[in-house]
């Protein structure tokens, strides 16, 4: 059968989106004929769109009967479902699309009638890995590429104005929140590191929500809840380093270019294995403790995040910091 016209699911989070890039570039490449569409979730609309120019991108927030409607409308060839779920599954079997690509470890895995048997729970692998080995099924075998993007510096500088930030200071951004996703370092030990970054001469940006960044305006200029996310990524490709938790704007920063500090726990399934940042800029800590099992909120060490040193941290994110450039022409214009 003829592929004509492609649906490539990944509509979770930011970090999820971008860490799967890979491969649907890699996918299109397979098909290059073929007319391929990513459907995401609304929050990272606005940042697919510019990062997938000439494809076509749609947002459904979750809603079977207006993702079933699309399906049916578009008449897909090829459904691939880099994030399986119950309805989204449910909603191609429904529609008739006749190629569904999914794993083969879920109970409703009898919904795709292309699988994959490889979990993902052991964290052996990088998650861009993991979905590009997803595309086995097809005939498709391909090694990892990341490919940044370049941010017009016009637009950059506008996103700076917009701010009211200077962007002849070195500035290094600072994301303390992770969103739940993961346990996290100490906000106290952000606010130290803040200031050893401020006491070396660098510019503290604060990126996040109000309720992450309460208190830290005395340290550097805090965004709390101001930014949206091509602002974020605007502002990021001026910075020289971004420091983060396992989070969405640590691998947005990779994105465009900026080297990134990222800060993970050793519980096995958010390990940098697995979900690290990609690029040769990237740098990334976690406590000197066995890698285990804990839930967070639930360590059974108490709080091994603590035993990340902050010198330990504004060491690596000092040294990286200091031998780069900002990002101007390098990477993929958007």
Partial sequence: MEINKILAVRDDRMGDFILTLPAIHALQEAFPSARLTVAVSPIVYPLAVRVLPG??????AGSFSKFYSFLKSESFDLVVFFRPRLGTALGAFLAGIPKRLGTGYRGYSFLYNFKHFEHRHTAEKQEAEYSIGLLKPLGIEKSLRFDTINIDVKEAEGAAKKFGLDLSKNWVAVHSGSGGSSPNWPKKNYVELARKLSEA???????????????????????????????LACLYSRCKLVVAPSTGPLHLATLVGTPVVGIYSPVRVNLPR???PLGPNAKTLVPPVPECSCKAGACRRGDCMELLAVERVFQTAFNLAERAAVPLTSGKQV
């Fill in 55 to 60: 494809k076509n991108v749609f947002s459904h």
């Fill in 201 to 231: 001469g660098f510019s503290v940006l604060w990126t996040g929500s109000v309720p992450e960044l309460q208190g830290v305006d005395e340290l550097g200029v805090s965004l709390a809840g101001k930014t949206e996310i091509w602002d």
């Fill in 274 to 276: 697995r979900w690290g």
